[in-house]
C-alpha cells in the first residue's frame, strides 16, 4: 500500500532500505531492476520513482510504520489546531472584554493582537533567509532553536513509543544530512499552524463579541501623544486596506473623540447612545489589522511552510542512505557476469603423508624414467641421485610425445630390469595429470611388486617452489600407495 | 546471430579459473594450486537485462590427451573430418570416466563456442601440450591463445612461438593483475576470433563501461557522505561537577576516534560491494586523528541553547524591548533604544549565562556544561580522509575477482598534494562549509561527490599505488 503521505513513505522506504541492507545484492539487483522497468515512466522524478517502488516491493522484510507516523502527524497537527484555536479565543475574549464601565483601549487591543504578530514575523523572515549573510547565522540558529513548533517534538512524547519513533526519523540527527531542510521547515509548519489557528481563534473571538454583544473602543497613553499623531500612525498601518475597506481606516474625528482619560471615565460613563455608536465604529480597523497583520501573513507563511516541507521531503527521499544505490540498480541495467549456479568443487582426498627413507638414504639400485621430456642430462641426473643413496641402473622416457603405447613398453623393459626401486623424474611446474597417476599404477600392476616409486621433482632454472611440491604431494596422496615418495632435485625454493 | 560463447580450456592449473573470475567479476570461482579442482563445465553468461551478449565456459583441463588424440587419429578419415571424429570421441566416450574431462571440455566448443585456450607464460613450454592443442585444432574452432603470466619468469616469447603454430590470435594477459581497460581490450580481441561475434561483443564492452561509470558515481556519493560525517562528526558528554578530569576526556576522545573509524570502514565495505567484492579480507591502518586539540568546553544553557545562541537572543529581545520605545516616540529617538536594548540584552545574558545554568527547577538544572569534541577542525584532516577513500578505491576498482589475497592498504601515494589550484580550491570550499555546518549537508555532498567523481577519472600515470 502506498501512502498519499510523503512522511510516511520516506518513513517506510528508511526502513525498507535499513533492513534491505542485509539483502543479498544479487537479489536486491534482480527485484529493483524489475521494478524499475516497469516504472520507467518516472525515471526522471526520482521522488515519485522510489514511492512506486515502495508500492511494488516485497513487504515481508520490513515493518511498514509509517501510516502510525502519519497519524501521530496528523495527531499533532489536530492538537496544534485546537490549542491555536483556544489561546486565540481565550485572547481575544480577554483584550476585548467589556462591562460597559470603560472602553476597550485600542492601543492595548493593537499591543496584544497586532504588533506581536508583526514581530514575530519578522523573526520569522529572519529565520528563514538564506544563511549567506556573515553574522547571522548565530541569531538564525537561535531563532529556529525558539521555534515553537519545536515543542511539538516534545508533545509526540505523550504517545505510543511506536508511532513516536517512526516520526522521529525526521528530527533525527542521523539523518541530518538528508532530512535537515525538511526538518526545519516541518517545525515551521507546525508554529505557522498554531499561530494561524491562533488568528481564526482571534477572529472568531472577535466576531462573537461584536455581533452578540455591544463593544465600545477608545485611546489612552500616558505618552505624549495628541491625536494627530496617533492618526498618523493608524493610517500607516491602515495603508494595506484603505483603498479596498475606506471604512475601515479610523478618521481624524473618530480618533479625536475616542481618546479618553481615566480621570475622565465619569463622562465615558455617561455618554449618550450616538457616542457608544461612534466609538463601536473601531471594530472594522481591529478586525481588519488582524486579519491584515495576523490572519493573511499566517495563511501565507502556513502555506510556504507546507510546500517547502512537502518539497525538501520529496527532495530527501532520493538522498536517505541507500536511496541513490537503489535509484541506479532501477535505473541501470541489469548486468550478470556471474555464473547462475554454484560451482561442483572436487573434494580431494589428501590421504597419508609421504614417508622418508628411516636411513635418510634410500640405498636403491633404481631404474629412472624421465617423465614428458624434463630436459634432465641423464649423466648429470644419475650424480645427483648418488647423493641420496639411488644408483642408475638404466635411463627411460615416457609421457610428452611418445604414445602410450610406448609408455607400456617402458614398463614392460622395467619389470623385466627388476630394479630395487623406480625413480622417475617430473617437471615439477606441471601438475600430475591423470595419465601420469594411470602410468605409475600401471607399473604397480604390471611390475607386481611393491618397490619403492620416488618421484623426483625437477624444478628447471627456477627451482623447485614449495607450493608446486604440495601440488605434488596433495594430488600423489590420491594413490594411497605407501611406497611412493617424493623427493626434489636441486633445492626447494 | 548466435550468442559468442567462449570456452577456456587448457592444462589444469594454467588460471582457467583465474581469467574466468576475473572477467566474470565473480570471487565464487574456486581457484586452487590442486590440479582437477574444475571438474565439470559452468557457464557464466553475460545478461544485460535478461539479454546474453556472450557467455564463458569455464571447463576442466586436459587429463589423457595423449590417449584421446591416439584414439582420434586412428579413426579413418581425411582432414576434413576431423571435427566428426572429436565429435564421435565426444559421444563414445560420454559415460567413461577415464575420459570426463577431455569430454566435458570438447562439448561446448562442438557446440560452435571459440577456444580461448589458456597457459603460463611464467612456466617454459612443454612437449605434452602438443596433444591437446592438437585435438583443439581438430575441432576446427575459431581460437585464440591467453598466455596468463602467473609467476615472475618469463617464458612468452618460446611460448609465442609455439602457440603461433596452432592460434592465429595469441595475447598476453595477467588473470590477477589486469585493470578494467586491459579486461575490455581482452574481450574486444575475443571479437576478432569470429566477425560475427564483434557487434556483440562491442555492445558488451560498451555496457561494462557504463556499469564502470556508474560505480564510480556511487562509491563518489558513499565517500562524499562518508567524508561530510567525519568532518561534521561531534560527540557531547554532559559534565558532573565543574571541569572534566583527563579520564572522561580520554573516553570521549576514544568514543570519537570509534565513529570516525566505523564510518570510514562502512564506506569501505560499501565501495567493496559496488564492486562485487563481497567477502574480501582487507587490513589497514585506522585513522589518526591528527595533532589538534578537539575538545571545546562549553556552557550550554536554558534547554540546550548555546551561550552565543543565549547572547544573541538576548540581544534580539532587548533590541525589541527598546524599539518599542523607539516606536512610542514615533522614531524620534532615532532607534536609540533599539540599539541600547540590544546592548543591555546581550551583555545581560553573557554575564548571567552560568548563573542561570545553575537554577534548578524540579531538582534539575537549566544548564550546565558538556565537554565536546569536534568537528575536526585541522584542515588537512579532509584530505586524509579523501586520500585514504581514493586510494582504496582505485585498489578496489582495479582489482581482479581472481586475486583472492587480503587487501593490503598501505600509505597512501600523495598525489592529492599535487592537486591544481583550482580543484584544491574548490574542495577546501567544501570542507569549510561542512566543518561550518551552515549549508545543507546534502547539497555539499553532492557537490564533493562530483568533485570526488573527477579526482577519480585522472589519468591512471596521476594516481601512483602502492603494490598491495
Known amino acids: ?493 | 546471430m548466435t550468442t559468442p560463447l567462449f570456452a577456456i580450456v587448457g592444462h589444469p592449473n594454467k588460471g582457467k579459473s583465474s581469467i574466468v573470475s576475473t572477467l566474470a567479476q565473480d570471487e565464487s570461482v574456486a581457484i586452487s594450486p590442486i590440479p582437477g579442482t574444475t571438474v565439470d563445465n559452468r557457464y557464466y553468461p553475460m545478461q544485460v537485462d535478461g539479454e546474453t551478449l556472450y557467455a564463458l565456459v569455464d571447463t576442466p583441463g586436459f587429463q589423457r590427451a595423449r590417449a584421446a588424440l591416439e584414439w582420434m587419429q586412428k579413426q579413418p578419415g581425411s582432414s576434413v573430418d576431423r571435427a566428426n571424429i572429436v565429435r564421435m570421441f565426444v559421444e563414445e566416450h560420454h559415460d567413461d570416466h577415464r575420459f570426463a574431462a577431455e569430454c566435458s571440455l570438447l562439448t561446448p566448443i562442438l557446440d560452435g563456442a571459440g577456444i580461448l585456450y589458456v597457459i603460463d607464460g611464467s612456466r617454459p613450454f612443454g612437449e605434452e601440450y602438443e596433444a591437446e592443442m592438437e585435438i583443439l585444432r581438430w575441432t576446427g574452432q575459431p581460437s585464440l591463445a591467453l598466455i596468463n603470466m602467473i609467476g615472475d619468469s618469463d617464458y612468452s616469447e618460446e611460448w609465442n612461438n609455439a602457440l603461433g603454430q596452432y592460434f592465429r590470435i595469441v595475447r598476453i594477459f595477467d588473470a590477477m593483475t589486469a585493470d578494467f581497460d586491459r579486461r575490455i581490450q581482452l574481450l574486444l580481441a575475443f571479437g576478432q576470433i569470429r566477425e560475427e561475434w564483434r557487434e556483440s561483443l562491442e555492445k558488451a564492452v560498451q555496457v561494462l563501461q557504463q556499469e564502470q561509470q556508474r560505480r564510480r558515481k556511487l562509491s563518489a556519493r558513499m565517500m562524499a557522505e562518508t567524508i561530510s560525517r567525519m568532518v561534521s562528526y561531534t560527540c557531547q558528554r554532559r559534565l558532573k561537577g565543574d571541569g572534566a578530569g583527563n579520564a572522561v576526556r580520554d573516553s570521549l576522545q576514544q568514543a570519537y576516534k570509534r565513529e570516525l573509524t566505523s564510518m570510514e570502514q562502512q564506506c569501505r565495505n560499501e565501495v567493496e560491494q559496488i564492486y562485487n567484492h563481497k567477502h574480501l579480507e582487507r587490513h589497514e591502518a585506522h585513522v589518526q586523528l591528527l595533532a589538534e586539540d578537539l575538545f571545546a568546553e562549553q556552557t550550554w544553557v536554558l534547554f540546550g541553547l548555546t551561550q552565543q545562541q543565549l547572547i544573541t537572543t538576548g540581544a534580539l529581545g532587548g533590541a525589541a524591548t527598546g524599539g518599542i520605545i523607539d516606536l512610542a516616540v514615533g522614531g524620534a529617538s532615532l532607534f536609540l533604544g533599539a540599539g541600547i536594548g540590544a546592548m543591555i540584552g546581550g551583555v545581560s545574558a553573557w554575564v548571567t549565562t552560568d548563573r542561570i545554568a545553575d537554577i534548578k527547577i524540579l531538582g534539575l538544572p537549566l544548564g550546565g556544561k558538556q565537554l565536546s569534541i569536534g568537528p575536526m577542525r585541522n584542515i588537512n584532516f579532509p584530505y586524509v580522509v579523501l586520500g585514504r577513500a581514493l586510494y582504496h578505491h582505485s585498489m578496489i576498482e582495479d582489482r581482479t575477482h581472481a586475486h583472492r589475497a587480503p587487501l593490503e592498504l598501505k600509505q597512501p601515494p600523495a598525489w592529492l598534494q599535487t592537486l591544481d589550484t583550482d580543484r584544491r580550491k574548490q574542495l577546501e570550499k567544501i570542507f569549510v562549509k561542512l566543518r561550518r555546518q551552515e549549508t545543507p549537508h546534502s547539497d555539499l555532498v553532492d557537490a564533493l561527490a562530483d568533485r570526488i567523481q573527477q579526482l577519480m577519472e585522472r589519468p591512471a600515470s596521476q594516481t601512483t599505488k602502492t603494490p598491495s
Open chain 1, 1 to 493: 500500500m502506498t501512502h498519499s503521505s510523503l512522511i510516511g513513505d520516506l518513513i517506510d522506504l528508511n526502513a525498507a532500505l535499513k533492513s534491505d541492507r542485509s539483502t543479498d545484492s544479487e537479489e536486491k539487483k534482480q527485484r529493483d531492476r524489475s521494478i524499475g522497468q516497469a516504472l520507467q515512466q518516472q525515471r526522471n522524478n526520482p521522488a515519485r520513482q522510489l514511492r512506486g517502488w515502495l508500492d511494488q516491493a516485497s513487504t515481508g522484510a520490513w515493518q511498514r510504520d509509517g501510516h502510525h507516523a502519519v497519524q501521530l502527524y496528523h495527531v499533532l497537527c489536530v492538537i496544534l489546531v485546537f490549542a491555536g484555536l483556544a489561546s486565540g479565543w481565550g485572547l481575544a475574549r480577554a483584550v476585548l472584554y467589556y462591562t460597559g464601565n470603560a472602553p476597550i483601549n485600542i492601543v492595548n487591543a493593537l499591543g496584544l493582537l497586532v504588533l506581536p504578530q508583526i514581530l514575530l514575523l519578522l523573526f520569522w523572515l529572519l529565520a528563514i533567509i538564506p544563511n549567506r549573510i556573515p553574522l547571522l547565522g548565530s541569531l538564525q540558529s537561535a531563532l529556529r532553536f525558539l521555534n515553537p513548533g519545536r515543542l511539538t517534538r516534545h508533545l509526540a512524547r505523550l504517545f505510543p513509543a511506536r508511532s513516536r519513533q517512526s516520526l522521529s526519523l525526521v528530527w533525527d540527527t542521523e539523518y541530518t544530512t538528508a532530512l535537515a531542510p525538511a526538518t526545519r521547515w516541518l517545525f515551521s509548519f507546525w508554529s505557522q499552524l498554531f499561530a494561524f489557528c491562533f488568528n481564526i481563534g482571534v477572529l472568531l473571538a472577535a466576531f462573537y463579541m461584536i455581533s452578540f454583544s455591544d463593544l465600545a473602543f477608545a485611546w489612552s497613553t500616558t505618552l505624549n501623544l495628541d491625536s494627530t499623531t496617533f492618526h498618523h500612525m493608524l493610517s500607516a498601518l491602515s495603508w494595506p486596506w484603505h483603498t479596498l475597506f475606506p471604512d475601515a481606516v479610523p478618521s481624524p474625528e473618530l480618533v479625536e473623540i475616542s481618546r479618553y482619560y481615566r480621570l475622565d471615565e465619569a463622562s465615558f460613563g455617561t455618554a449618550d447612545s450616538r457616542l457608544a455608536v461612534q466609538l463601536s465604529q473601531w471594530w472594522p480597523f481591529l478586525v481588519s489589522a488582524i486579519i491584515c497583520y495576523g490572519f493573511i501573513p499566517r495563511l501565507l507563511t502556513l502555506f510556504v511552510s507546507w510546500l517547502r516541507f512537502r518539497h525538501h521531503l520529496a527532495h530527501a527521499l532520493p538522498r536517505l542512505p541507500g536511496s541513490p544505490e537503489l535509484l541506479a540498480r532501477m535505473n541501470s541495467p541489469l548486468i550478470s557476469t556471474s555464473a547462475p549456479r554454484p560451482e561442483n568443487v572436487a573434494e580431494i582426498d589428501t590421504g597419508n603423508d609421504f614417508g622418508a627413507p628411516e636411513s635418510g638414504s634410500y640405498a636403491l639400485k633404481c631404474a629412472v624414467i624421465d617423465w614428458s621430456g624434463t630436459g634432465v642430462n641423464a649423466a648429470s641426473a644419475a650424480k645427483q641421485l648418488q647423493t641420496m643413496g639411488i644408483s642408475c641402473l638404466d635411463f627411460m622416457m615416457a609421457g610428452g610425445i611418445r604414445s602410450t603405447a610406448q609408455d607400456n613398453a617402458t614398463i614392460v623393459s622395467l619389470c623385466n630390469l627388476k630394479p630395487e626401486g623406480v625413480a622417475v623424474i617430473v617437471k615439477s611446474w606441471e601438475p600430475p595429470l591423470l595419465e601420469f597417476l594411470d602410468f605409475i599404477q600401471n607399473i604397480r600392476a604390471q611390475c607386481n611388486r611393491q618397490q619403492p616409486i620416488i618421484i623426483l621433482l625437477w624444478g628447471g632454472r627456477d627451482g623447485v617452489s614449495g607450493l608446486d611440491r604440495e601440488t605434488w604431494q596433495l594430488t600423489l596422496r590420491q594413490l594411497k600407495d605407501p611406497d611412493l615418495h617424493i623427493e626434489s632435485m636441486g633445492s626447494v625454493q
